[in-house]
């Protein structure tokens, strides 16, 4: 399984420890660079610090301190550039289309399901990274 072609840095946006835990096992089993936080704040800091380069974001929707929702709408304000935009994955167990509209209307790119399938995650992540 050569991972030559991806070098992904992914940052996980889970408040669930278990979840958090999980996924970013199943990253770094892709091969993929992960960083994981516990919040939408923590969140919202770690993309604004400038040493950082996420090339994608795995979005928890329901959060205690902000919610996916907040933190995508910040992230995307903070973003100058609509060119390098950074991808945002949001992750919910609430599939309504009320849920995928509202993450798609402030900005998120994909939408996946909870509980996680981990084929699916590859295949969202994997169509933002960028190919070497």
Known sequence: MGHAHRRGKV????????????????????????????GGIACVDAVSRETETYEVILMDIHMPDMSGIEAATKIREMQKDPSRKLPIIAVSSDQS??????????????????????HELRERVERFLPKC
């Open 11 to 38: 940052l996980i946006v889970e408040d669930n420890a278990s979840n958090r835990s999980f996924m970013t096992e199943i990253c770094g089993a892709f091969g993929w660079n992960c960083d994981a936080v516990d």
């Open 97 to 118: 289309s009320e849920m995928i509209n509202a993450c798609r209307d402030v900005g998120m790119d994909d939408f996946l399901a909870k509980p996680i399938n981990i």
